[in-house]
């Protein structure tokens, strides 16, 4: 009865063979998703700094616009409600930087939290492939050991 505890071990062979090529595309995909969320989040945090930069160059042109105007009127720009009016300017300019980059930095942080599960849940498949293998060669072992006896 060689023959069939060497069939049961070259079943359990072949069996973590198919395990193994199957958990690897599995975890390939996830580390393909992982890797692909870490690019997506870097895209929000540069697309955010450009952002914030036209914006605060825009917030400037708001500015002297301003002042010029306030200027060509002959208005004292040091005291009173221009001064209120340009300092109001500034503080909406960086209110909404500040805002803008804490939107772009949750949104990035959201997406490396998705990220970091697909890299996780990658190595979770190589495990439990694993285990399964280990299983498999013992049950293999076994039931050769039983046609052996």
């Known amino acids: 009865m060689w023959w069939m ?3 049961a071990v070259a079943g359990a062979y072949m069996e973590n063979q198919a395990n193994s090529a199957a958990a690897g595309a ?3 995909a996830a580390r393909a998703a992982y890797q692909a969320k870490l690019k997506a989040s870097n895209s929000v945090l ?3 700094t450009l952002n914030r930069t036209r914006e605060m160059e825009e917030g400037r042109q708001v500015q002297s616009r301003q002042l010029t105007s306030f200027a060509s009127a002959g208005v004292d720009i040091t005291s009173g409600s221009v001064l209120d009016t340009l300092k109001s300017t500034e503080f909406n300019m960086l209110k909404n930087d500040f805002l803008s980059n804490m939107e772009a930095k949750a949104q990035a942080d959201a997406i490396m939290a998705q990220a970091n599960i697909d890299m996780q849940t990658s190595k979770q498949i190589s495990a439990n492939a694993q ?6 060669l013992i049950n293999g072992g076994l039931q050769a050991a039983s046609y052996m006896s």
């Not at 285990?131 to 498999?136: A, R």
């Open 26 to 28: 599995q975890a390939k």
């Open 5 to 7: 505890a060497a069939a």
């Open 131 to 136: 285990s399964k293998n280990n299983m498999n």
């Open 46 to 48: 540069y697309a955010n």
